[in-house]
Structure formats: C-alpha cells, structure tokens
C-alpha cells in the first residue's frame, strides 16, 4: 500500500481499457479514490475496483472537445475531494503512408493526442491551484525519434513533451509534470485494426524482444506520483523494453 496515496483524488483518462484501466486499478489499490474517465463508458473498469474493495467513479467525456472536459473537471469538482494527481492515457493511433493522409486525419489524431492533453493538463493545473501536485501525461518512445507511415501519432507525442517541458518549468515548484514514454505495450492501440502485422512485427526488434504488459506502465505512473518521486519534474520517463535510449 502506498500511504501517500490513501484517499489521493487521481483522475485517469482513458480508464476504459489498456494501460489506463491498468492505472486505475494500480491507483486504486494504492488507496486512492480514482476518477475514471473515457469517451466509452469505463463502467467496467470501476465496477472492478469497486468489486475488490476500491474506490473509484465513472465519467465520460472527449479529450478533444473543450465543453466536455470543462463538464468533466465541474462535475469531479461537485462529486469528489480536491483533485491531487492527474493521470491522462486516453490517446488514439493512426497508420498511414504520408501520400494518403488527409487534414482531416493528421487534425483527428493531433485533436485527441496533443489538444487533449492541453486541455486535460490544463484544466488539473487550475483544479490544483496552490496545491502540490502531480501531472503525468502519455507521450511515446515515438517522442524521441521518427516513424515512417505514423507522422501524426509521431509529430503529436512529439509534442506532449513540449507540454511536459514547459508546464514543469511554469508551476515548479509546486506541481512537478512528467510524461509516460511507454515503447510497445499489449493493448488494443497495437491490436490488427490498428497496425499493420508488418508494424506488430517490428516493434518487437527491440532489446527485451517482448510487448510491455498495461501494467508496468502502471507501475511507473505510481511511482511518479508518490513520494520516492519528489525531484523528478519535467521529464519523459521510458518504460520501453530498450526501444529508445535518449
Ligand atoms: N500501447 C502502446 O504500445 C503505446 C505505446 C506508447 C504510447 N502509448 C500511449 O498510451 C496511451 C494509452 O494507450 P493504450 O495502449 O492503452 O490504448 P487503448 O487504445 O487501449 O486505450 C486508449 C483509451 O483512450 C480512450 N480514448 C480515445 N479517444 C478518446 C477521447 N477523444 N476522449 C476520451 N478518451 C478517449 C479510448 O476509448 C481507450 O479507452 C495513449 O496515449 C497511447 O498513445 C501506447
């Protein structure tokens, strides 16, 4: 158990599935009332946490869309404890060569992966106000360098690092930021529909030759949240089997 985190207020986007119901559930099990929030309904996640014994609530919302997330922070804000920690997974993938990606697609990934964190990031920042706090964003090992058909995905995670960055600098020292830098987990984002068997393939031409399991990254956000964490601000944390060193 994590003392730190007993009743902490976490909100964890994404929470449907993947590595951010594996968060939720890791959070949970710390002690922490967990706000789980996705564009489906993560009801699943929570009836889980719930049925161990956690405590956690449900909400939907879209990342992208600056009247949801508004709707989401007031609504956490009336039901819940001040908010301590924000966890934001909640991110989509496109494949694509470059010649056959249209605005519209390279905007529609941007939208959910860069916006949203602004604005998930943005509205935890003003929900801490003078609080210590922690702010983990999801960036990628595609944060560090580039992949040929995946120039949005890229040029978005890319980005999150920039966000990281600065926010760290900004509300130092009250409020440290760091992003995940997850490599190849096993979840539905590297599932068929989403990647070539050609892709799947080579990510695993990696040192640890492996997918990472949802929950190793879980392990990592606990860490970075907790208190072993305290001088870590501004920072891409690499939980990637080797597939990048920076
Ligand atoms: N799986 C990997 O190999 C990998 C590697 C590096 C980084 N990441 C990042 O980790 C994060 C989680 O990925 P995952 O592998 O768990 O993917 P996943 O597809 O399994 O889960 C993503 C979750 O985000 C939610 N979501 C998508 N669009 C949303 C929106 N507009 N608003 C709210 N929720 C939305 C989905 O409903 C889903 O529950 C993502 O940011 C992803 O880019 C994943």
Not at 118 to 133: K, N, S, T
Request: glycine share 8%; with cysteine; hydrophobic share 45%.
């Amino acid at each position: 158990m994590t003392e730190t985190l007993q009743n902490r207020t976490v909100l964890v986007t994404g929470a449907a599935r993947g590595i951010g119901a594996a968060c939720a559930h890791a959070f949970a099990d710390a002690g922490a009332r967990v706000a789980c929030a996705d564009l489906t309904d993560p009801a699943e996640t929570v009836a889980m946490i719930r049925a161990a014994g956690g405590q956690a609530s449900a909400f939907q919302c879209d990342v992208s869309d600056e009247a949801s997330i508004l709707t989401l922070f007031a609504t956490i804000d009336d039901q819940l404890p001040p908010l301590d920690v924000l966890v934001h997974c909640a991110g989509i993938i496109h494949e694509a060569p470059l010649l056959e990606t249209s605005a519209e697609e390279f905007d529609s990934v941007v939208a959910v992966n860069l916006r949203g964190s602004f604005l998930v990031g943005r509205e935890a920042i003003r929900a801490l106000q003078d609080r210590p706090g922690r702010i983990i964003l999801t960036a990628s090992d595609l944060s560090y360098y580039g992949r040929e058909t995946f120039s949005p995905y890229v040029a978005s995670k890319h980005g999150v690092l920039g966000l990281v960055r600065s926010w760290a600098r900004e509300f130092a020292p009250s409020i440290l930021v760091n992003a995940l830098c997850p490599g190849p987990i096993d979840t539905d984002m590297l599932a068929a529909e989403n990647m070539t068997p050609e892709w799947r393939q080579k990510e695993l031409a990696i040192p640890l030759a492996r997918f990472g399991q949802p929950q190793e990254i879980a392990q990592m956000a606990l860490f970075l949240a907790g208190p072993n964490a305290a001088y870590i601000t501004g920072q891409g944390i690499g939980v990637n089997g080797g597939s990048v060193m920076p």
